[in-house]
């Protein structure tokens, strides 16, 4: 089945840009979905369809997608920006639902 | 506003079974494919299961096939999962999701909008 690989955690100073990467084999002809998760909420959309964001997502969140890695960027990170970040895609090969691995994403 | 209300967890030992329902409002629910997800403690996000608006394809994960069964009742604005032969490697905070269109494909499936979850634990 299809995997995705994410860094288990990023750390980042407040203002700085962070960068979480998923790993997938031709990523590229997937599209990557991205959603937050903070301590004892349920998980959030951020990106979708690789580069778009849902209404109320700030524009400090964007993303990309190219050969075998996506990656999710956050510009001018705050604190609030503190959470667990999860990759996505559908493995139509498979009929399946694919997280990544997850990524704790540490503001400084 | 969208909301989804999981509930029907609770404890349950090995080899038994449970059914949750997810109760959707502020939408119209049988236009939207519905996803469970669950998450062990301290673990990642783990897809379970997935069903289209009308209650047709249904797919699985490999690690519940067999064992659980995704339903709705688009009269009643409500998704179901039973859960059968519970092994303790199922305990986890269960989430419905809704999918974002009516179908899973390689261009439109992913979640836009979440429950709050039902915990669900397998142990003697």
């Known amino acids: 089945s299809y995997v995705l690989t994410q860094p288990p955690s990023v750390s980042v100073a407040p203002g700085q840009t962070a960068r979480i990467t998923c790993g997938g084999n031709n990523i590229e002809n997937k599209h990557v979905h991205w959603y937050q998760q903070k301590p004892g909420q349920a998980p959030v959309l951020v990106v979708f369809?690789?580069?778009d964001r849902p209404s109320g997502i700030p524009e400090r969140f964007s993303g990309s997608n190219s050969g075998n890695t996506a990656t999710l960027t956050i510009s001018r990170v705050e604190a609030g920006d503190e959470a667990d970040y999860y990759c996505q895609v559908w493995d139509s090969n498979s009929d399946h639902y694919v997280f990544g691995t997850g990524t704790k994403a540490t503001v400084l | 506003q969208v909301q989804l209300v999981e509930s029907g967890g609770g404890a349950v030992q090995p080899g038994g079974s449970l059914r949750l329902s997810c109760e959707a409002s502020g939408f119209t629910f049988s236009n939207y494919g519905m996803h469970w997800v669950r998450q062990a403690p301290g673990k990642g996000l783990e897809w379970v299961a997935f069903l289209r608006y009308d209650g047709g394809n249904k797919y699985y994960a490999d690690s519940v096939k067999g064992r659980f069964s995704i339903s709705r009742d688009n009269s009643k604005s409500t998704l179901f999962l039973q859960m059968s032969s519970l092994r303790a490697e199922d305990t986890a905070l269960y989430y419905c999701a809704r999918n974002w269109g009516r179908y899973c494909s390689s261009t439109s499936c992913y979640s836009d909008k979440w429950g709050q979850g039902t915990l669900v634990t397998v142990s003697s």
């Open positions: 369809d690789d580069t």
